[in-house]
């Protein structure tokens, strides 16, 4: 006599479900509840919303320079300034979204749209009237020549 097989069945996994479950649990705002209520609360908020962007940058010093990288992937150059105020450079722009916002099916964004700023105060040999930048593949990069270091110099004692 054969064993009958087993019947085995197929089901559509949505890895989502469990978060769409917990979007509409109301809980109270106190205890677990309110906390996993605010979590959920800013997931669907953008990040740009309330942190704003913080591009990363890469700060260099070679003999001749100082050197600042600024990732800004989607970012247009005309999006972009440069600014030195009083021993300060300050990068600052725009990463528009070109997007239409549909309320749809969206599960998750993790693209971050929003105004942004660094500033970085410039050291005492920064020759600020020198500062270049330039803009390629996405990437800002403001060159701060530096000026020569002044030899030290032997001072004569008089009698």
Same mark, same amino acid.
């Given at each position: 006599m054969g064993e009958k097989e087993p019947k085995t069945s197929v089901a559509a996994w949505n890895p989502f479900a469990e *978060?769409? &479950? *917990?979007? +509409?649990?109301?809980? @109270? +705002? $106190? #205890? *677990? $509840? #309110?906390?996993i209520s605010r979590l959920l609360r800013d997931l669907d908020m953008p990040a740009s919303a309330e942190r704003g962007l913080r591009p990363a940058v890469d700060v260099d010093e070679n003999d001749k320079a100082y050197v600042v990288s600024v990732e800004l992937p989607g970012v247009k150059k005309e999006d972009v300034g440069v600014e030195l105020e009083n021993g300060v450079l300050t990068i600052h722009g725009e990463k528009k979204s070109e997007r239409e916002e549909k309320k #749809?099916? /969206? /599960?998750?964004? +993790? /693209?971050t749209f929003g105004s942004f700023q660094r500033s970085f105060t410039l050291p005492a040999n920064a *020759? &600020?009237?020198r500062i270049e &930048? @330039?803009?390629r593949d996405g990437i800002l990069t403001v060159t701060v020549p530096k000026s020569e270091v002044p030899k030290p110099q032997t001072i004569a004692i008089k009698a």
């Open positions: *978060l769409d &479950a *917990l979007r +509409e649990w109301r809980p @109270s +705002e $106190g #205890g *677990l $509840g #309110g906390r #749809g099916k /969206r /599960r998750w964004v +993790e /693209r *020759l &600020a009237e &930048a @330039s803009f």
